[in-house]
C-alpha cells in the first residue's frame, strides 16, 4: 500500500514539476516576444521559446503572402541540409488540405502520424515528416502566418504541445501586430519628411 502511494506521489510530483516548467516557459515567451519591436528579432524569439516547448526536428514560421505561404524563419533540420535548403524556396499552396484548414478556421492542426492521415498532401522533399503540429498566427480576423512543427518520428507530439504551441502562437500574433505597425509609422514618417524635404527645396529654387 505504501508502495503505491508512493508512486503516484512521484507520479503527480513529476507531472506538477513538468507543468510548472512549462508555465514557467510560456511566461517567458510573453515577457521575450514584447521586449522587442523588431520583426526579425521578433521571428527570432518565437522559434527559440519554441524549441523550448516541443520536440520538433524542424521549426519554421511561415508568412501568408496572396494564396501561398512561405518559410521567414526555421531552425533544426539537423542532417536534413538539402531539404532545408529546397524549403527557402518552397511556396505551400493554402489549397492544400491542412493549409486550408488552418487559414480559414483559425484552428490549428495535430497529426500523429502523416501515413495514416488523409489530409496530409504528399510532396517530394517531405516524406522524411511523419507528424507534425500547425498553429494559424492570427491578427484579428486574419490568417497571415503558420508556426509549425515536424518531427521524423510518428506519434512525436500529442495534445500538450499543441496546447503550447497555440499559447506561444498568440503571443506571437500580437507581437507581430505591434512590429508591422512600427514599421508602418515608420514608413510613413519617412515618406512625410521625404515630401517636407522636396517642399523646402522646391521654395529654395523658386527663391532664386
Not at 69 to 94: D, K, T, W
Not at 136 to 157: C, K
Amino acid at each position: 500500500m505504501n508502495a503505491e502511494l508512493e508512486r503516484r506521489v512521484a507520479e503527480r510530483t513529476s507531472e506538477l514539476q513538468e507543468s510548472n516548467a512549462y508555465l514557467t516557459t510560456l511566461i517567458e515567451s510573453s515577457i521575450t516576444l514584447n521586449e522587442s519591436l523588431d520583426l526579425n528579432e521578433i521571428l527570432d524569439r518565437i522559434l527559440v521559446q519554441a524549441h523550448k516547448l516541443v520536440p520538433a526536428r524542424g521549426l519554421n514560421v511561415m508568412f501568408v503572402e496572396g494564396d501561398e505561404a512561405f518559410i521567414v524563419r526555421r531552425v533544426g533540420y539537423q542532417g536534413l541540409e538539402e531539404v532545408e535548403q529546397n524549403l527557402l524556396h518552397f511556396r505551400f499552396p493554402l489549397w492544400w488540405p491542412i493549409f486550408h484548414e488552418m487559414y480559414t478556421t483559425h484552428k490549428s492542426i495535430f497529426i500523429a502520424d502523416t501515413a495514416k492521415e488523409p489530409r496530409w498532401q504528399k510532396t517530394d522533399g517531405a516524406e522524411w515528416v511523419r507528424s507534425c503540429v500547425g498553429v494559424p498566427l492570427v491578427i484579428g480576423d486574419e490568417t497571415v502566418g503558420f508556426l509549425y512543427a515536424s518531427h521524423s518520428e510518428p506519434n512525436s507530439f500529442d495534445e500538450k504541445h499543441l496546447s503550447m504551441l497555440e499559447s506561444l502562437a498568440h503571443h506571437a500574433s500580437v507581437a507581430i501586430q505591434n512590429a508591422r505597425l512600427l514599421d508602418e509609422l515608420r514608413k510613413a514618417l519617412e515618406k512625410e519628411q521625404g515630401m517636407r524635404s522636396q517642399l523646402v527645396q522646391s521654395d529654395k529654387l523658386a527663391a532664386l
